[in-house]
């Protein structure tokens, strides 16, 4: 099965900096790659999200960019602020988009911890 | 939108007892996906459940757990005889798309502790 490791598991930056977290994946038949913002004992949340045939995406200060090939991705985030501080969870599965062969789960990365210090 | 609801929040059983966790989709929302997240741990997919149906159930343990999505009501995650590894958080995911996990929104998750 598929899996997905993420680095770093601790994050710490000054407010304003940049925070750039990467994951790798195993299974080259995985097609879409989402990340997740949680807080603490909060629900995961939705942040950016990319498929494998696009190979950056951006949303105001955050980012994420994939190299299909090295099987990685990577979630940027610019001008970091005190309410950035979370968890932030990468994941990847193999969609379904026809009758075809695919998955049902998201196989989570086991998260980092970003500290922004204001 | 009331969102993706889950209850309880926290749940403390007894080793040997029962819980029940219930999960109430988004409405408009036909598939739940089931997820359980150990501390300092990603979440690990359990099971993914239509209205009467389950679809993929590959991440479910073979025995005291079982989940169910009626026709009427919310989807239920039961586990019997818990034991103390049965605590974690767990989290209910819906979907209006069937076999793809965009627009996945998840609820607040339910803690449980087994003493």
């Known amino acids: 099965g598929e899996n997905v490791e993420q680095h770093p598991s601790t994050l710490s930056v000054q407010e304003g900096d940049s925070a750039v977290i990467k994951c790798t994946y195993s299974d080259s038949a995985s097609n879409y790659f989402p990340w997740y913002k949680q807080e603490l004992g909060k629900r995961p949340q939705l942040i950016i999200d990319i498929r494998s045939n696009v190979g950056e995406k951006k949303d105001q200060r955050i980012a994420v960019t994939l190299n299909k090939t090295a099987k990685h991705f990577s979630l940027h985030i610019t001008e970091t602020q005190p309410e950035d501080s979370a968890v932030y969870f990468c994941a990847a599965s193999k969609d379904r988009f026809d009758s075809g062969a695919g998955s049902y789960q998201l196989t989570f990365g086991k998260g980092t911890k970003l500290s922004v210090i204001p | 939108n009331a969102g993706v609801m889950q209850n309880p929040r926290h749940l403390v059983r007894r080793r040997g007892q029962e819980a029940r966790l219930r999960c109430s989709p988004m409405k408009g929302h036909s598939h739940v996906y089931w997820y359980r997240q150990l501390p300092e741990e990603g979440l690990k997919f359990m099971v993914y459940l239509q209205k009467e149906n389950i679809i993929d159930e590959s991440g479910m343990p073979k025995e005291r757990f079982s989940a169910e999505f009626p026709k009427e009501g919310p989807s239920i995650l039961r586990i019997q005889q818990v034991v103390r590894g049965d605590s974690a958080a767990y989290f209910c995911?819906?979907?209006?798309?069937?076999?793809?996990?965009?627009?996945?929104?998840f609820g607040s998750g339910t803690q449980l502790s087994v003493l």
């Open positions: 995911a819906s979907s209006p798309l069937a076999g793809r996990n965009e627009k996945l929104f």
